[in-house]
C-alpha cells in the first residue's frame, strides 16, 4: 500500500474530524437555542441542561483520545513476541472488564488520592481518567483483533520486500486494519457518552446530574428526564453519522 495513500487518507480523515468539531459547537448552539423556546420546567433552565452536556461531550472527547492510545499500546501489546509485555496486557484488559465502570470510577476518585497524595484529581479529571482506561481495554481488543484479521500472506510479501517488522506493521498492516477497526471503535465512543453519565455518581455536573437537580427542584421527572434522554439520543445519533462518512473516507482503494 502506498505511503501517499495512507498520508492522504489520514490527512482528509483528521480535516474531517476538525469539522466535525465544529459541528458539534453548532449542534449545540442550536439545541440550546431549541430549549430555550419550551415551556417549563426546560426553558429556563436551558443552560443548565446544556453545560450538563457540554460537560458530558468534553469528558467523552478526552475519554476518547486517552483510551485510544491505551488501545492502541494494549492492541500491539497483546501481539508482542515478549511474554511480559503479553502478559501485562493481558492482565490489564482482564482487570478493567472484570469490574464495573462505576467502580473504577469511584476508585480513581477516592482511593488513588489515598493511595499516592500527590495525586489528586478534580472530579472532571478523574472521570476522564477512568473512563478513558476503562475504554482503552475494549478498544485493544478491538485494535487487536483487526490486526490478526489482516491476512498473514500480507506481512509475509512486505518483509519478502526488505520491510522491517516496524514498518510492516506501520505501513502495511495497520492501515488495513484501520478499515477494520473503525465501526466498533466508534462504537465505543458512542457507548463512552452513555457511560460519563456515571460520572454524576463523585458530584460531577453532566448531563445526567444536570436533569436530576433539575426533576428535584421542578417535581416534574417526566418532561425533565424525556429532555436528558433526547439530549443523549441527538447526540449519539450525530456520532452515529459521523462514523458513516468516517468509514467512507477510511475506506482504502
Not at 474530524?17 to 415551556?39: D, H, N, Q, R
Request: glycine residues 8%; aromatic residues 10%; charged residues 10%.
Amino acid at each position: 500500500m502506498s505511503r501517499n495513500l495512507v498520508a492522504a487518507k489520514l490527512s482528509k480523515a483528521c480535516v474531517f474530524l476538525l469539522g466535525t468539531a465544529v459541528g458539534f459547537t453548532l449542534l449545540s448552539l442550536g439545541v440550546g437555542e431549541l430549549l430555550s423556546i419550551l415551556p417549563e420546567p426546560i426553558g429556563s433552565r436551558a443552560d443548565l441542561f446544556i453545560e450538563g452536556a457540554r460537560t458530558s461531550l468534553y469528558i467523552t472527547l478526552y475519554s476518547a483520545i486517552i483510551g485510544l492510545i491505551v488501545g492502541v499500546v494494549m492492541g500491539l501489546s497483546s501481539g508482542s513476541s515478549n511474554r511480559f509485555v503479553r502478559g501485562f496486557a493481558w492482565i490489564y484488559v482482564w482487570l478493567i472488564r472484570g469490574t464495573p465502570v462505576l467502580v473504577q470510577i469511584l476508585f480513581v476518585y477516592y482511593a488513588v488520592p489515598a493511595l499516592f497524595p500527590s495525586l489528586q484529581l478534580n472530579e472532571f479529571w478523574a472521570a476522564v481518567f477512568a473512563l478513558g482506561l476503562n475504554v482503552g481495554a475494549y478498544n485493544g481488543e478491538v485494535i487487536r483483533a483487526g490486526i490478526e484479521a489482516v491476512p498473514k500472506g500480507q506481512t509475509e510479501a512486505a518483509r519478502s520486500l526488505g520491510l522491517s517488522k516496524a514498518k510492516t506493521m506501520r505501513w502495511v498492516v495497520l492501515p488495513q486494519a484501520i478499515r477494520i477497526v473503525v465501526p466498533p471503535l466508534v462504537n465505543n465512543i458512542v457507548a463512552l457518552l452513555k457511560d460519563s453519565s456515571l460520572a454524576s455518581a463523585i458530584g460531577l455536573l453532566e448531563l445526567t446530574l444536570a436533569g436530576n437537580r433539575i426533576s428535584s427542584e421542578t417535581f416534574l421527572p417526566v418532561p425533565v428526564l424525556s429532555t436528558v434522554a433526547l439530549l443523549y439520543l441527538i447526540y449519539t445519533s450525530a456520532i452515529t453519522v459521523v462514523t458513516h462518512y468516517l468509514k467512507k473516507i477510511m475506506r482504502w482503494a
